[in-house]
């Protein structure tokens, strides 16, 4: 049975997404900027921040109500029920220590039947000491072994597991230039079960 690695922010959720409708662009009214127009990530140069002050939003809205809140994508539940039980899962994250447990809970709440394990890489924040097992995901992947599939919105940790031989499928989003829409990739998982 083969195995497959999900990113959980911007692909099983949709974070950034949900974090600037709701959160940004309610409380600066004179933003002229839609979603689609953010084409980096970390969009902070875009929104005129520093970027401490855009992680410290982010990160506040990653363990608030609204967050935990935040639906799957139906389309991507239904491919779980129907096709979940014939692949292994594990969810690979990267963020601050501190904002994991909201998004372990998000996953295992709405993905738990199919998805058992929950991973993450540390990402670094001002005066907080983790100790160092992977400095990234890519590391993480080469010690875990087992990926056989990776889906992630980050195209520099597609690249890198591409090299480690693992099929890889960047879901697109406005910061990169993916071209097959989530449900494509799904239809593909299945084809190379
Ligand atoms: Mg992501």
Not at 5 to 30: A, M
Not at 58 to 85: H, Q, T
Not at 100 to 107: G, H, I, L, S, T
Not at 119 to 131: C, D, L, N, V
């Amino acid at each position: 049975m083969k195995t497959i690695v999900w990113d959980i922010d911007d692909v099983l959720n949709d974070l950034t997404k949900s974090w600037f409708e709701n959160i940004w662009l309610l409380s600066n009214p004179g933003c002229r900027l839609s979603y689609q127009n953010l084409t980096s990530n970390p969009p902070n140069e875009l929104l005129n921040l520093q970027k401490e002050d855009y992680f410290k939003l982010l990160d506040e809205y990653r363990n608030s109500d609204k967050a935990r809140n935040m639906k799957p994508d139906k389309k991507v539940i239904k491919w779980f029920e129907k096709y979940g039980e014939n692949f292994r899962h594990i969810a690979l994250t990267a963020r601050p220590t501190h904002t994991v447990a909201a998004a372990a809970e998000w996953v295992l709440c709405y993905f738990g039947k199919w998805i058992r394990t929950v991973s993450f890489i540390p990402s670094a924040r001002p005066k907080i000491y983790m100790p160092s097992y992977d400095k990234d995901k890519i590391k993480y992947l080469k010690w875990f072994g087992k990926a056989d599939f990776f889906i992630d919105d980050k195209t520099d940790d597609i690249k890198g597991a591409k090299t480690l031989g693992i099929q890889s499928y960047l879901v697109p989003q406005p910061w990169n230039k993916g071209t097959l829409p989530l449900p494509e990739i799904l239809s593909l998982l299945i084809k190379n079960e």
